[in-house]
């Protein structure tokens, strides 16, 4: 039997890439998301993903529905804003945001888009205090930063919250303050308070500051933070990434 929410839970799950975010975007459970996708392939009658352990990837089968299903739900968006000339899926929309969110969220974007072919957005990559002079000066419509603002012509809410990790070389073996000191810090925009919150709390009674560390280098693009510490001579700070040793989480 057609069901478009089995299609829906299978875009977003193609989106996301996991089943647990896939549960969390649509306030599922993962048994949930699991049962739609099997469901779905019962449907079909046709395998939609090979999975990997925790991963998974698509057959061929699952690109074609998948395409399908942005199809599916494209024509029928159009169809309901054609009713509809106010629709909040339509027009144009400004978003800025810095780079080590957009990477993350940019492709969410892309697929709304898809959908809501109606729909126009220009994003922008910036850093916190651009993005606040942006959009008071009207550049912007919404705007996404990593540290709290106050501003009494700004309406600000949180939207996101993630753990901040430890990223190190993958042959580091160390797992005291000492030992992270010895292989030197990256630093990025806000990376010394990413690291400060970090090591105060996990090293609440031996870390002072991060003088103490040997500065290896910055570069203003988070992404570009993983090569530099693949090569073994920096650690870094960040949002969402793998660490190791396994240490506490500071929000």
């Given at each position: 039997?057609?069901?478009?929410?089995?299609?829906?839970?299978?875009?977003?799950?193609?989106?996301?890439?996991?089943?647990?975010?896939?549960?969390?975007?649509?306030?599922?459970?993962?048994?949930?998301?699991?049962?739609?996708?099997?469901?779905?392939?019962?449907?079909?009658?046709?395998?939609?993903?090979?999975?990997?352990?925790?991963?998974?990837?698509?057959?061929?089968?699952?690109?074609?529905?998948?395409?399908?299903?942005?199809?599916?739900?494209?024509?029928?968006?159009?169809?309901?804003?054609?009713?509809?000339?106010?629709?909040?899926?339509?027009?144009?929309?400004?978003?800025?945001?810095?780079?080590?969110?957009?990477l993350m969220f940019y492709p969410?974007?892309l697929g709304q888009q898809q959908?809501?072919?109606?729909?126009?957005?220009?994003?922008?990559?910036?850093?916190?205090?651009?993005?606040?002079?942006?959009?008071?000066?009207?550049?912007?419509?919404?705007?996404?930063?990593?540290?709290?603002?106050?501003?009494?012509?700004?309406?600000?809410?949180?939207?996101?919250?993630?753990?901040?990790?430890?990223?190190?070389?993958?042959?580091?073996?160390?797992?005291?303050?000492?030992?992270?000191?010895?292989?030197?810090?990256?630093?990025?925009?806000?990376?010394?308070?990413?690291?400060?919150?970090?090591?105060?709390?996990?090293?609440?009674?031996?870390?002072?500051?991060?003088?103490?560390?040997?500065?290896?280098?910055?570069?203003?693009?988070?992404?570009?933070?993983?090569?530099?510490?693949?090569?073994?001579?920096?650690?870094?700070?960040?949002?969402?990434?793998?660490?190791?040793?396994?240490?506490?989480?500071?929000?």
């Amino acid at each position: 039997m057609f069901n478009a929410h089995y299609f829906r839970t299978f875009i977003t799950l193609v989106e996301t890439g996991s089943f647990t975010r896939t549960a969390q975007r649509l306030e599922m459970t993962q048994p949930g998301v699991s049962q739609h996708v099997r469901k779905l392939e019962d449907y079909l009658n046709k395998a939609l993903l090979e999975r990997k352990g925790r991963s998974f990837t698509l057959t061929e089968s699952g690109r074609r529905a998948y395409d399908y299903a942005l199809k599916l739900f494209a024509e029928h968006e159009q169809f309901r804003h054609g009713l509809d000339d106010d629709s909040l899926d339509s027009g144009d929309c400004r978003i800025a945001s810095p780079g080590s969110v957009g990477l993350m969220f940019y492709p969410y974007i892309l697929g709304q888009q898809q959908m809501h072919p109606n729909l126009t957005v220009n994003y922008s990559f910036a850093f916190n205090h651009e993005i606040v002079n942006d959009l008071l000066e009207g550049r912007y419509d919404i705007g996404i930063v990593t540290e709290a603002m106050r501003h009494p012509e700004l309406n600000c809410s949180i939207w996101h919250e993630e753990p901040l990790c430890l990223v190190v070389p993958a042959d580091f073996a160390g797992s005291t303050l000492s030992d992270l000191m010895g292989i030197g810090f990256l630093n990025y925009y806000d990376g010394i308070n990413h690291a400060n919150a970090l090591l105060r709390a996990n090293y609440p009674d031996e870390f002072r500051s991060m003088t103490h560390f040997r500065h290896q280098g910055f570069t203003n693009e988070v992404s570009m933070v993983l090569d530099a510490v693949a090569r073994g001579w920096a650690l870094a700070w960040c949002r969402d990434w793998y660490w190791k040793p396994r240490l506490g989480s500071a929000r």
